[in-house]
T-cell receptor, first 114, second 116 residues
């Protein structure tokens, strides 16, 4: 158990809908990362937050947004969902967001868009 | 742009034999290199990382990896494979230079099957 928690574990929704995925980092970690894992794209970095501020952005679609709250938990919002958004979404955390730090991953949220 | 290549989609090895999972990387600066393992329906678990110093890095569950700068490789190894090592293995790289990308870039993954 990495100490990173994600809810929900599974999510089934329809095209066009909006969902929110939630992540709680390890105790004491200030930085949160979001990743998407799909069969065709592999593991793709979406976005990183550090202490409430966006630090780095990867291949995140404009339909997707994220934020990190004062209590350091983070939410990933996915809107206008398409079939291709079906994937496993991981959250990870690290102490200060430094490049050499190990990122510890949560168990993921499996999203199925029908 | 930084990238990671895991040239083998699948590696099969007999239980008790040594195993190697290959990884090569490309970054503009110097690399920070990581190995993670993913079991079915689970998140990624950290195995080991290379930051600086000794080229041979030892990690969890008896795994080790050797950093080779000239060959831009970071192969994962274990002297004696266990059936329980069967999983999906990911190599990842991060550029340590200020000009490089902040993100952690993953390879496509290698499925390791250890045959009893």
């Amino acid at each position: 158990d990495s100490g990173v928690t994600q809810t929900p574990k599974h999510l089934i929704t329809a095209t066009g809908q909006r969902v929110t995925l939630r992540c709680s980092p390890r105790s004491g970690d200030l930085s949160v990362y979001w990743y998407q894992q799909s069969l065709d794209q592999g593991l793709q970095f979406l976005i990183q937050y550090y202490n409430g501020e966006e630090r780095a952005k990867g291949n995140i679609l404009e339909r997707f947004s994220a934020q990190q709250f004062p209590d350091l938990h983070s939410e990933l919002n996915l809107s206008s969902l398409e079939l291709g958004d079906s994937a496993l979404y991981f959250c990870a955390s690290s102490p200060l967001g430094g490049r050499q730090e190990t990122q510890y991953f949560g168990p993921g949220t499996r999203l199925l868009v029908l | 742009a930084q990238s990671v290549a895991q040239p083998e989609d699948q590696v099969n090895v007999a239980e008790g034999n040594p195993l190697t999972v290959k990884c090569t990387y490309s970054v503009s600066g110097n690399p920070y290199l990581f190995w993670y393992v993913q079991y079915p329906n689970r998140g990624l678990q950290f195995l080991l990382k290379y930051i600086t110093g000794d080229n041979l890095v030892k990690g969890s569950y008896g795994f080790e990896a050797e950093f080779n700068k000239s060959q831009t490789s970071f192969h994962l190894k274990k002297p004696s494979a266990l059936v329980s090592d069967s999983a999906l293995y990911f190599c990842a790289v991060r550029d340590n230079s200020g000009a490089g990308s902040y993100q952690l870039t993953f390879g496509k993954g290698t499925k390791l099957s250890v045959i009893p």
